[in-house]
């Protein structure tokens, strides 16, 4: 049974938008900071936003400004709202838990972001 779905992913042209959802288990849901991760092409994979059960989100300084994590817990369900789209952006987008930047973890399958003219 797969404990983290990731989906929204896409092609999109620079400037535009997309929204990526995640659904986890429970295990994983529950009293956690979830976090928001890409590896984009022969990068390791990075932590780019974080938020916690009550809601307090933290970002990398790349994407400040232009993403929006949020989290409706009823649903375990994680979501980052992406504005302003860069070709750096461009990467496979992947939820977790946020200490899993700091340890082994498993991991869904992830979803495609590509942002190209």
């Known amino acids: 049974q797969a404990q983290l779905v990731e989906s929204g992913g896409g092609l999109v042209q620079p400037g535009e938008s997309l929204t990526l959802s995640c659904v986890a288990s429970?295990?994983?849901?529950?009293?956690?900071?979830m976090g928001w991760f890409r590896r984009a092409p022969g990068q390791q994979r990075e932590l780019v936003a974080r938020i916690n059960r009550g809601g307090y989100t933290r970002y990398v300084d790349s994407v400040k400004g232009r993403f929006t994590i949020s989290r409706d817990n009823a649903k375990n369900t994680v979501y980052l709202q992406m504005n302003s789209l860069k070709p750096e952006d461009t990467a496979v987008y992947y939820c977790n838990q946020e200490v899993c930047s700091r340890v082994s973890c498993g991991w869904g399958q992830g979803t495609q972001v590509t942002v190209s003219s």
């Open positions: 429970e295990t994983i849901f529950k009293d956690t900071y």
